[in-house]
């Protein structure tokens, strides 16, 4: 079974509408994280988190949202959606010296 | 700010070509570096790091040095092979400069082997 999870793995939404992006992990590591990936941009960072009681702001947090509901579960939200979002998003962890990320499959996401 | 540039692709090359991917990066701590792959349709992996300079981080054949004087970090592979095309990532990671945490990444270099 793979350690990063993500669901859904593809999804397409409308403008305005709320969507929530979950991410699982197994590998019992304290530091979580949100990436999105946009063509020839890279990976940037949205939000993380050291443990439950620790989010942070990334690069471009603005338009996103997130809960961190155990050391397992780290989710995104986008309060309302705009097409400007659309892009493959990952989560990652860490571990505690930070020596390797570990990246979950991605959500492709779609706002129309 | 800490940013990270490499080559842009995408890079065609025959199989069992020599394959230099250049990667440099600006940082105000003494970050680690880092080389991710993405393979189609899948998230990244690590290839290989190196945490300090003059480290040379190694995986799979591929190869890259740490270089502290030219703030480089360039990949490298003797012979590539059809299996080795994907999008690879050069990164970052700076706390010690007192920067966000998470990595910084470059934009990416598409790399094709043709048969």
């Known amino acids: 079974d793979a350690d990063v999870t993500q669901t859904p793995r593809n999804r397409i939404t409308k403008t305005g509408k709320r969507i929530m992006l979950e991410c699982s992990q197994t590998k019992g590591h304290d530091r979580m994280y949100w990436y999105r990936q946009d063509p020839g941009l890279g990976l940037r960072l949205i939000y993380y988190s050291f443990d439950v009681k620790d989010i942070n702001k990334g690069e471009i947090s603005d338009g996103y949202s997130v809960s961190r509901q155990a050391q397992a579960k780290f989710s995104l939200s986008l309060e309302s959606a705009i097409p400007n979002q659309t892009a493959l998003y990952f989560c990652?962890?860490?571990?505690?010296?930070?020596?390797?990320?570990?990246f979950g499959p991605g959500t492709r996401l779609t706002v129309l | 700010g800490d940013s990270v540039t490499q080559m842009e692709g995408p890079v065609t090359l025959s199989e069992e070509a020599f394959l230099t991917i250049n990667c440099t990066y600006t940082a105000t701590g003494y970050p680690s570096l880092f080389w991710y792959v993405q393979y189609p349709g899948e998230g990244l992996q690590l290839l290989l790091k190196a945490t300090k300079a003059d480290d040379k981080g190694s995986n799979k054949g591929f190869e890259a040095t740490y270089r502290k004087e030219t703030t480089s970090f360039h990949l490298e592979k003797g012979s590539v092979q059809v299996s080795d095309s994907a999008v690879y990532f050069c990164a970052l990671s700076d706390r010690s400069g007192g920067g966000a945490d998470g990595l910084t990444f470059g934009k990416g270099t598409h790399l094709i082997i043709q048969p």
């Open positions: 990652a962890t860490s571990d505690p010296g930070f020596n390797e990320q570990f």
